[in-house]
Nanobody
Framework: QVQLVQSGGGLVQAGGSLRLSCAASGRTFSDYAMGWFRQAPGKEREFVAGISWSGGSTNYADSVKGRFTISRDNAKNTVYLQMNSLKPEDTAVYYC??????????????????WGQGTQVTVSS
């Protein structure tokens, strides 16, 4: 497994922005896809965004498309999630994840083999 350490998150008003970061250990970060998921209280974990090994391909959940941007810096072994125009329904614990079996991101959480510790994002109305 690869170790993933998340940072960022917190409390923001509706319409505000936050950026999440996820730093990975190891020297093969640029070989595999990365994703962001979230889990709200009482709900299942859901896919938010994914990015290919090179950063050239990205996928988004319909609920965040046009508001969130996933990116990666392979030189820094880090993936980011820029969240703009936040809504109260975006409130959740956010997790980054690594899928070392694929170079393009999967929507399926079971495809990912390593997970960050999670970070709370709370959007107030």
């Amino acid at each position: 497994q690869v170790q993933l350490v998340q940072s960022g998150g917190g409390l923001v008003q509706a319409g505000g922005s936050l950026r999440l970061s996820c730093a990975a250990s190891g020297r093969t970060f640029s070989d595999y896809a990365m994703g962001w998921f979230r889990q709200a209280p009482g709900k299942e974990r859901e896919f938010v965004a994914g990015i290919s090994w090179s950063g050239g391909s990205t996928n988004y959940a319909d609920s965040v498309k046009g508001r969130f941007t996933i990116s990666r810096d392979n030189a820094k072994n880090t993936v980011y999630l820029q969240m703009n125009s936040l809504k109260p329904e975006d409130t959740a614990v956010y997790y980054c994840a690594a899928d070392r079996s694929r170079r393009t991101p999967s929507y399926y959480s079971g495809s990912y083999d390593s997970w960050g510790q999670g970070t709370q994002v709370t959007v107030s109305s």
